[in-house]
């Protein structure tokens, strides 16, 4: 960088390929999901356990990639956010069916 260059500023465009802004987006999202805390990891084991399936149905989630992990070595780690995530969108809330005689009549069925 010479002494007249501002920081930032020694970049170009190059037409179809990825802009610079789009390759430090993606680096800072992927940085947010590995903000290491203790405890914030769960095995597969550990993840079959708290759904009570067995671990194989674990690892068919994974390989769907419905389930985000992270592979090191040959085991799977689940960070509890995700696991979370995955649960909250297969909610399923139970609705009681409003049955005929609990049904307040309407303005114009009066």
Do not use: C
Request: glycine share 4%.
């Amino acid at each position: 960088m010479t002494r007249d260059e501002k920081p930032g500023e020694h970049w170009q465009f190059t037409p179809g390929g990825s802009s610079y802004l789009v390759d430090l987006t993606r680096e800072r999202q992927i940085r947010k999901k590995f903000v290491l805390k203790e405890g914030n990891f769960l095995s597969t084991e550990d993840v079959a356990k708290i759904l009570s399936v067995k671990d194989e149905v674990v690892r068919d989630l994974i390989r769907r990639r419905e389930l985000p992990a992270v592979k090191i070595g040959k085991a799977y780690r689940i960070i509890e956010t995700d696991l979370q995530v995955f649960l909250n969108e297969r909610y399923t809330p139970h609705m009681k069916k409003e049955s005929p005689e609990n049904h307040a009549p309407e303005d114009d069925e009066i």
